[in-house]
C-alpha cells in the first residue's frame, strides 16, 4: 500500500468521527497504529508491511462500520458503503457492480452485526423496562426480543412492539378476550392518526367494533369513490393470563372482500382462523353460525 493510501484511510476514519485530518494527526495515528499492530501481532509493523495494511484497513473500516450499525439499519446501506471503501482502495474485486463474498468484507460484517445487536438488545432492554410493573410477566414474551428471529426481523418489529407497549393500559381496559389494535389508519373514523406522524395514537376495539367502523368507512367510499383507506391493525388474544399477537396486517379498505373487518379475516386467514378466534369472541361465534345458517 502506497503511503498517500494511508492518508485517505487516516481522513476517511476522520470524516467518520466528524473531526478534520492535518499532518500531525497523522502522524500521531500512524505511530499509534503501528504501536497497537506490534503489541496484538507481537512483530513489528516495518518488515511486516502487507500485514500493516490489512491491519489499518480492517481498522479504519472496521470503525466505519460501527458507526454505521449505530446510525442505520439496513445491510444494503452497509454494502453500498462497504463497496465504495473496498473499491476505493483495490481491496477487493467486483462483480456486476456487487461485493464477492471475501475475507475482509465478512470480517466488516461481522463487526457491524455484532455492534447492531447490541443496539437492539439495548432498544428491547428499554423498552421492557417501560411496562407497568403488573403487566410485566403477562406482556414480557410478546415485547421481549426474539431469539428465534434475525437482529432485522427484531429491529423491524420494535415499531409494532413500541405501539402495543403504549397501548397496554388500552388494551387491559377493554373487556374482550380478541382486541384489535388499530396503529394508525387514514381515515379518521379510526380515532387516530396516519403513519409517520407524530401524533399517532393507537386505538383498541373489539371485532364487533372493528367491523362497523370498517363497515362505514367501506360505504362511504364506495359512496363517494374515495378508492382505499390503508389502515394498519393487530389481532390481540387475550386470555386473562398470557396475550399473544395473533396477526399485524394491512387492510385497504375499499379492496373487495373489505365490506367487514369478519369479512377481510375469512378472505384472507381463512375460515379454519375465524373460527378458531371464535372460541374467544361470542360475536365472532355468531357471524360463524350466521354464515352455516346462509350455507344450509
Known amino acids: 500500500m502506497q503511503v498517500d493510501t494511508r492518508y485517505e484511510l487516516y481522513k476517511d476514519l476522520c470524516f467518520s468521527r466528524s473531526t478534520s485530518p492535518s499532518k500531525l494527526g497523522y502522524t500521531y495515528t500512524i505511530n499509534s497504529w503501528s504501536q497497537d499492530f506490534e503489541n ?6 516495518i518488515g511486516n508491511q502487507d500485514e500493516f495494511d490489512d491491519y489499518i484497513e480492517y481498522k479504519v473500516l472496521s470503525e466505519i462500520a460501527k458507526k454505521y450499525a449505530s446510525e442505520r439499519n439496513s445491510y444494503g446501506e452497509l454494502e453500498s458503503t462497504m463497496s465504495y471503501y473496498l473499491q476505493k482502495y483495490n481491496i477487493k474485486d467486483f462483480k456486476n457492480n456487487k461485493i464477492l463474498d471475501t475475507s475482509m468484507y465478512n470480517r466488516i460484517k461481522n463487526v457491524y452485526d455484532r455492534e447492531l445487536h447490541k443496539k437492539i438488545i439495548y432498544r428491547y432492554d428499554e423498552m421492557l ?35 402495543i407497549l403504549k397501548s397496554i393500559e388500552k ?28 401524533g399517532d395514537d393507537p386505538k383498541v376495539y373489539t371485532i364487533k367494533e372493528m367491523d362497523n367502523l370498517v363497515n362505514r368507512v367501506y360505504g362511504r367510499n364506495k359512496k ?13 388474544v387475550d386470555d386473562g393470563e398470557d ?12 379492496d373487495p372482500y373489505t365490506d367487514t373487518f369478519t369479512k377481510f379475516m375469512k378472505r384472507y386467514y381463512g375460515q ?7 372460541k374467544f369472541d361470542n360475536y365472532l361465534e355468531s357471524q360463524c353460525e350466521l354464515q352455516e345458517s346462509e350455507v344450509r
Open 272 to 278: 379454519e382462523y375465524v373460527e378458531a378466534l371464535s
Open 129 to 163: 423496562e417501560k411496562v407497568p410493573e403488573q403487566y410485566k410477566s403477562k406482556y414480557k414474551y410478546i415485547l421481549d426480543f426474539d431469539g428465534d428471529k434475525s437482529d432485522f426481523e427484531n429491529f423491524y418489529n420494535l415499531d409494532k412492539k413500541l405501539v
Open 243 to 254: 396475550v399473544i399477537v395473533s396477526v399485524t396486517d394491512r387492510i385497504d379498505i375499499g
Open 40 to 45: 496484538e501481532m507481537l512483530r513489528p509493523s
Open 224 to 236: 363517494y369513490n374515495y378508492g382505499y383507506i390503508k389502515t394498519k391493525f393487530s389481532i390481540i
Open 171 to 198: 388494551l387491559e381496559n377493554l373487556d374482550s378476550k380478541v382486541k384489535v389494535l388499530v396503529h394508525w389508519s387514514e381515515d379518521n373514523a379510526f380515532g387516530t392518526t396516519t403513519a409517520g406522524t407524530n
